[in-house]
């Protein structure tokens, strides 16, 4: 983005006094102060720390200007200040500006699970036609997706944005905020069925993401979910869907699986094989609602299969690496839930293994009253003769260890606390041979990511 300072003030409507400072050119915006590049506004947050007080870092890495919403008397001196009333409004407000300037088409996706993954494909199959900015990270919520809208480079014709939730309202906002031309749902899962109770309750909170839905847009959805079938009804905007049954509109004829990849067809292009750097028949229900979206934007289906084929993923989702041992890791640790658990353990309990597949699950957070029945409930999918060993971690970890020791007491299971992650590596390290398979898979809170740091070569390459 390039803006000048007058153009800025007057889509945030300052409060002070700016003329002095009306030609200041801004080409970017930060609200951490570390990661604010020369020409940067920095944009000071109030939350667990004040933004404000890191005023002179961001003048340090050649800031250009501050947003202020404290007292002009606190604001540095002889430097651009634009104050507002509220710091997150005005990032907000200048984000609707600026993406009003723009004017590309949006593309807004959602779900329980496997939103990241799916952004990653729709970017990349978009792509190979078209200018897109996407969604960094997971830069997802009242922050980051404007923050993603400010990204954009001018010649920006598609923005895809992943969009989270943890509350009621949350994506009625941000849907809003964007107005998407096109919005996905991937999954009605239970992520924060702690903060809702149910998952009807979760499926009314993703609906949401149609709250903003331009008249002449689209709704990308699982066609298998009832719960998101029993919404549609009074949408008046254009829905497609994807699926397992014959009824959705993209579903798969065929699908085949090797140690590192997923191939398939699919009834909209009988004679393309499409071919993902990544197992699990979850990430081919992914890649149909990235396809979905494509054929909306007329992508040749010979774009899209070589697309898939390379996607960039965004770290720490169902990537394969390689321990110092030579052992394959199956690295899921961002996020987890029960329905994302089953699904990596049944892609995982197929993979080709001349050793042993072991398996590390820790907690899956904000479940709420329901997180040991839930965590128990797993017991099923490790029990199926494909796992050597199970270790777990986290407190809610204890009901699944008590439920495993009732139905498979001869499957040897090792309980951690989350203070003993350096014993968990250690027992890893010791136990790991370059004939085996592991698999690390829990909620980011659990910090997994930690003991993958530890087992992984600094130069490790997807694995064999």
Request: cysteine-free; proline content about 4%; aromatic content about 6%.
């Amino acid at each position: 983005m390039k803006m000048q300072l007058a153009e800025i003030a007057h889509a945030v409507g300052a409060i002070n006094d700016y003329e002095q400072w009306a030609q200041v050119d801004v080409t970017s915006v930060a609200f951490d102060s570390r990661h604010l590049q020369p020409g940067g506004l920095f944009i000071p947050l109030t939350g667990e720390q004040d933004g404000h007080q890191f005023i002179q870092s961001a003048i340090d890495h050649g800031a250009a200007a501050t947003l202020w919403a404290q007292d002009l008397a606190t604001a540095p001196v002889d430097f651009p200040v634009i104050q507002v009333e509220n710091s997150l409004t005005a990032l907000q407000t200048l984000a609707r500006y600026y993406l009003s300037k723009i004017n590309p088409r949006v593309v807004a996706v959602t779900g329980s699970n496997g939103k990241t993954t799916t952004k990653d494909m729709i970017a990349a199959i978009l792509a190979t036609q078209l200018n897109v900015t996407k969604t960094y990270a997971n830069f997802n919520n009242e922050i980051g997706v404007p923050m993603t809208v400010l990204s954009m480079e001018p010649n920006t014709e598609v923005l895809v944005v992943e969009m989270g939730m943890d509350r009621p309202g949350q994506l009625d906002f941000l849907s809003k905020l964007v107005t998407p031309d096109v919005a996905v749902v991937t999954m009605i899962g239970e992520a924060h069925i702690e903060f809702f109770g149910t998952r009807d309750k979760i499926a009314d909170a993703k609906f949401e993401i149609t709250y903003g839905l331009s008249d002449d847009g689209a709704f990308v959805y699982d066609g298998d979910e009832p719960l998101l079938r029993d919404r549609v009804a009074d949408l008046g905007q254009r829905q497609v869907t994807f699926g397992r049954q014959t009824d959705d509109d993209f579903y798969a004829t065929s699908v085949a699986d090797t140690a590192t990849s997923t191939s398939f067809t699919t009834n909209q292009w009988p004679d393309v094989t499409f071919t993902l750097p990544m197992i699990g028949e979850y990430n081919v229900k992914n890649a149909l609602a990235a396809l979905a979206v494509a054929n909306i934007y007329r992508i040749r289906p010979e774009n899209a299969q070589r697309a898939l084929a390379d996607v960039p993923l965004t770290k720490n989702r169902a990537e394969w690496l390689t321990s110092t041992q030579g052992a394959a890791i199956l690295s899921d640790v961002y996020n987890s839930n029960p329905t994302a658990v089953r699904e990596v353990l049944g892609a995982f309990s197929q993979t080709p293994v001349t050793g042993r597949r072991l398996v590390v699950l820790g907690d899956m957070l904000e479940l709420g009253d329901q997180a040991d029945a839930l965590h128990a409930g797993l017991a099923d999918a490790l029990t199926t003769g494909a796992f050597s060993r199970v270790y777990l971690v986290g407190p809610h970890m204890v009901a699944l260890q008590r439920a495993l020791a009732q139905q498979a007491p001869e499957l040897p299971v090792t309980h951690f606390t989350t203070d003993q992650l350096p014993a968990l590596t250690t027992a890893l390290q010791t136990t790991l041979t370059s004939d085996d398979q592991i698999l690390l898979k829990g909620s980011h809170g659990i910090h997994l990511e930690t003991v993958l740091a530890q087992l992984v070569e600094t130069d490790s390459k997807t694995a064999k």
